[in-house]
């Protein structure tokens, strides 16, 4: 008796203090967290995206045929597949804190080393290693954030530090312009190496999630961290409906199965259409302009444009999903993206190019990616929430592994740039019908209620 009077003690210590952090102001503390996870993802983003921008000097330097060009391009992805389901293991198991810096780490000594590839086979090896790392960042540093900040902003600042990571695209795009002339595409590696090991000294310095400690039963370090973090205090927070040791505790089969696995499937197969569509034109969109007739600088000034448009997207769908909710933002920038991209494949004069692409990246594949991302780090409670969003995140590295290979393969064919359009376009508008049917409603809600109602 007296054993169970400590546990619900215990219990309600813990929903004390997550109700504390979720109903917090968002506090100075929280923003050197968030500009910490921003800037990681900015990183990790950069050594990513600026695949697109090297790919033409990689192909010339070792004379690739475009399905090795693919290769090439996917190998960082199949380093991904591996990562994302490993590394966010790691984190439910031994930490957030130490498995996104292992992530950081690796990916920016990495990123040096592929400076240094000598052949075909060496630079795929290289990419897919530094892949291990870029797979799992992204995961982990939304796992992380969401556990941190308030409720009222979580869609918000989601959103927010998603658009930093599109927007490194924009900065390999514009960097390309100025480094690759001077340096080859070797410089652009060296350029994304070393933020990367500067951030991963940072990161030395940030807390544990606290979400982590209390699950572990370390609540005195979690309530240490929560007093530092929140502008209320926990012992003055009332006990909240939904305690954080209400719900079952659940396994990793528990995600597919019973009410989880409807919208487990819903989460992976927007993965997979969402990332076939980004990654397909992040990897090929400067060599397609290339095809069309566009010099190598402004191809990459028309990368530029449309990259800070998506950037802008999914920026903007932090206020979007918040207002709309989760499910009807997320359906709306499939449909838009879907159809503008199909327009997109059907145009001819620049003018045309550009304004459909700019519609694409901003509704399709930005808009829809604040809103996924942050979906899928949400439903999933807190010991699986890692390796569940792992997981989801997964699936769209296997849509990056097998986009630009496709899409290698269509222009190998000496297939139109059409096609192309077409097929990522389709994928997109399949995107939008599952988002509409197969997905719950999480807007406004804290984390420990969404998992409540799932595992009900």
């Given at each position: 008796?007296?054993?169970?009077?400590?546990?619900?003690?215990a219990?309600?210590?813990?929903?004390?203090?997550?109700?504390?952090?979720d109903?917090?102001?968002?506090t100075?503390?929280h923003?050197?967290?968030?500009a910490?996870i921003?800037?990681?993802h900015?990183?990790d983003?950069?050594d990513l995206l600026?695949?697109?921008?090297v790919?033409?000097?990689?192909?010339?330097?070792?004379?690739?045929t475009p399905?090795?060009?693919g290769?090439?391009?996917?190998?960082?992805?199949?380093?991904?597949?591996?990562?994302?389901?490993t590394?966010?293991?790691f984190?439910?198991?031994?930490?957030r804190k130490?498995?996104?810096?292992?992530?950081?780490?690796?990916?920016?000594?990495?990123?040096?080393?592929?400076a240094?590839?000598?052949?075909?086979?060496?630079?795929?090896?290289?990419?897919?290693?530094?892949?291990?790392?870029?797979?799992?960042?992204?995961?982990l540093?939304l796992?992380?954030?969401?556990?941190?900040?308030?409720?009222?902003?979580?869609g918000?600042?989601?959103?927010?530090?998603?658009?930093?990571?599109?927007l490194?695209g924009?900065?390999?795009a514009?960097a390309?312009?100025?480094?690759?002339?001077?340096?080859?595409?070797?410089?652009?590696?060296?350029?994304?190496?070393i933020?990367?090991?500067?951030?991963?000294?940072v990161?030395?310095?940030?807390p544990?999630?606290?979400?982590?400690l209390?699950q572990?039963?370390?609540i005195?370090?979690?309530e240490?961290?929560?007093?530092r973090?929140?502008?209320?205090?926990?012992?003055?927070?009332?006990?909240?409906?939904?305690?954080?040791?209400d719900?079952?505790?659940?396994?990793?089969?528990?995600?597919?199965r019973?009410?989880?696995?409807?919208?487990?499937?819903?989460?992976?197969?927007m993965?997979?259409?969402?990332s076939m569509?980004?990654?397909?034109?992040?990897?090929w969109?400067?060599?397609?302009?290339?095809?069309?007739?566009?010099?190598?600088?402004?191809?990459?000034?028309?990368t530029?444009?449309?990259?800070a448009?998506?950037?802008?997207g999914?920026?903007?769908?932090?206020?979007f999903?918040d207002w709309?909710g989760?499910?009807?933002?997320?359906a709306?920038?499939?449909?838009?993206?879907?159809?503008?991209m199909?327009?997109?494949g059907?145009?001819?004069t620049?003018?045309?190019?550009?304004i459909?692409g700019?519609?694409?990246?901003f509704?399709g594949?930005?808009?829809?990616?604040?809103c996924?991302?942050?979906?899928i780090?949400e439903i999933y409670?807190t010991e699986?929430?890692?390796?569940?969003?792992?997981?989801?995140?997964a699936?769209?590295?296997?849509g990056?592994?097998?986009?630009p290979?496709?899409l290698?393969?269509?222009?190998g064919?000496?297939?139109?740039a059409?096609?192309?359009?077409?097929?990522?376009?389709s994928?997109?508008?399949?995107?939008?019908?599952v988002?509409?049917?197969?997905?719950?409603?999480?807007?406004?809600?804290?984390?420990?209620?969404?998992?409540?109602?799932?595992?009900a």
């Amino acid at each position: 008796m007296e054993g169970a009077r400590r546990g619900a003690a215990a219990d309600q210590r813990e929903a004390r203090l997550l109700a504390s952090l979720d109903q917090s102001a968002f506090t100075r503390k929280h923003s050197w967290l968030y500009a910490a996870i921003t800037l990681t993802h900015l990183t990790d983003g950069f050594d990513l995206l600026m695949i697109g921008v090297v790919l033409p000097g990689i192909i010339a330097a070792f004379k690739l045929t475009p399905p090795e060009a693919g290769f090439v391009a996917s190998s960082a992805f199949l380093g991904m597949a591996l990562g994302v389901v490993t590394i966010t293991y790691f984190a439910d198991k031994f930490g957030r804190k130490k498995a996104l810096l292992l992530c950081v780490t690796l990916y920016g000594v990495l990123s040096l080393l592929a400076a240094m590839a000598w052949s075909y086979q060496s630079i795929a090896i290289m990419r897919f290693l530094q892949g291990v790392g870029i797979g799992a960042e992204m995961p982990l540093a939304l796992t992380y954030l969401m556990e941190f900040v308030p409720v009222r902003r979580r869609g918000m600042l989601s959103a927010t530090t998603i658009s930093i990571w599109q927007l490194s695209g924009l900065f390999a795009a514009l960097a390309a312009i100025v480094i690759v002339p001077a340096f080859t595409w070797r410089g652009m590696f060296v350029l994304g190496a070393i933020p990367g090991l500067m951030i991963a000294v940072v990161l030395l310095f940030i807390p544990e999630s606290i979400r982590y400690l209390a699950q572990h039963g370390r609540i005195e370090e979690a309530e240490a961290i929560v007093r530092r973090f929140s502008s209320i205090d926990p012992d003055a927070v009332p006990l909240p409906a939904t305690a954080a040791g209400d719900h079952a505790r659940i396994r990793i089969v528990d995600i597919l199965r019973g009410r989880y696995l409807r919208f487990t499937l819903g989460a992976w197969i927007m993965s997979v259409a969402w990332s076939m569509a980004f990654f397909g034109m992040s990897v090929w969109l400067p060599s397609l302009l290339l095809r069309s007739g566009f010099t190598l600088v402004h191809s990459f000034a028309y990368t530029a444009a449309i990259t800070a448009a998506g950037a802008a997207g999914v920026f903007m769908s932090g206020i979007f999903m918040d207002w709309l909710g989760r499910r009807t933002a997320t359906a709306l920038g499939f449909f838009i993206g879907g159809f503008s991209m199909i327009a997109w494949g059907y145009s001819s004069t620049s003018t045309a190019i550009l304004i459909f692409g700019l519609l694409t990246a901003f509704a399709g594949t930005g808009g829809v990616a604040g809103c996924l991302f942050t979906y899928i780090c949400e439903i999933y409670p807190t010991e699986l929430r890692a390796t569940g969003s792992g997981l989801s995140i997964a699936w769209q590295r296997l849509g990056g592994i097998v986009a630009p290979i496709l899409l290698g393969l269509l222009i190998g064919a000496k297939g139109s740039a059409f096609s192309s359009f077409v097929l990522l376009g389709s994928l997109m508008l399949i995107g939008g019908v599952v988002a509409a049917v197969l997905t719950c409603e999480t807007r406004g809600r804290t984390l420990e209620q969404i998992t409540s109602d799932l595992t009900a």
